[in-house]
T-cell receptor, first 114, second 111 residues
């Protein structure tokens, strides 16, 4: 049962424009959500997170929005840069694990064209 | 400042062969994990260890075994490799869900 889903395998945007990556979830009991970024031949690295009690969290060019009624979160990157080209995973800790493990979405490959 | 170190980085196995993937972390984290990444399927948890001396199955444990050798080291063993185990394997460690640090991965091909 995929509790966290990313329905877009890929996204291509022009440098300087906004990138919007989407993630849907099924479990309304998630306490928080995270985004990880992965470059080829490297492990994923933490990018940004959001608590379930908030609807927005911003860190520089990266903003995550949470819509609890729609069970949807999105990552906005403004402005997009070629160095942002990577695979982005959303993740959340299933409540039954007491927050000790993460379940990941399928990932979205972002390509930012110069 | 190594973080999480995985060895080997690449491996080719024949069907039926066995091997152990090694993972070590130097951050004094209690929890360690093994994930596999396959195209279109994201990162799926194979096994995890919440603390030294404990291990538990994740989403896709079949065909694998693990050993939490000590607080630093968590190994993943394939006893009889199958082509379906061709994947990229990531080890991670954490202090809770927020603090995941991943290794750089092992790309395994089973022919």
């Amino acid at each position: 049962d995929q509790q966290v889903k990313q329905n877009s395998p890929s996204l291509s945007v022009q440098e300087g424009r906004i990138s919007i990556l989407n993630c849907d979830y099924t479990n309304s009991m998630f306490d928080y959500f995270l985004w990880y970024k992965k470059y080829p031949a490297e492990g994923p690295t933490f990018l940004i997170s959001i608590s379930s009690i908030k609807d927005k969290n911003e860190d520089g060019r990266f903003t995550v929005f949470l819509n609890k009624s729609a069970k949807h979160l999105s990552l906005h990157i403004v402005p997009s840069q070629p160095g942002d080209s990577a695979v982005y995973f959303c993740a959340a800790p299933p409540p039954e694990t007491s927050g000790s493990r993460l379940t990941f979405g399928e990932g979205t490959q972002l390509t930012v064209n110069p | 400042n190594a973080g999480v170190t995985q060895t080997p980085k690449f491996q080719v196995l024949k069907t039926g062969q066995s091997m152990t993937l090694q993972c070590a972390q130097d951050m004094n984290h209690n929890s360690m994990y093994w994930y596999r990444q396959d195209p279109g399927m994201g990162l799926r948890l194979i096994y995890y260890s919440a603390s030294e001396g404990t291990t538990d199955k994740g989403e896709v444990p079949n065909g694998y075994n693990v050993s939490r050798l000590n607080k630093r080291e968590f190994s993943l063993r394939l006893e009889s490799a199958a082509p379906s185990q061709t994947s990229v394997y990531f080890c991670a460690s954490s202090v809770g869900g927020h603090g995941y640090t991943f290794g750089s991965g092992t790309r395994l091909t089973v022919v």
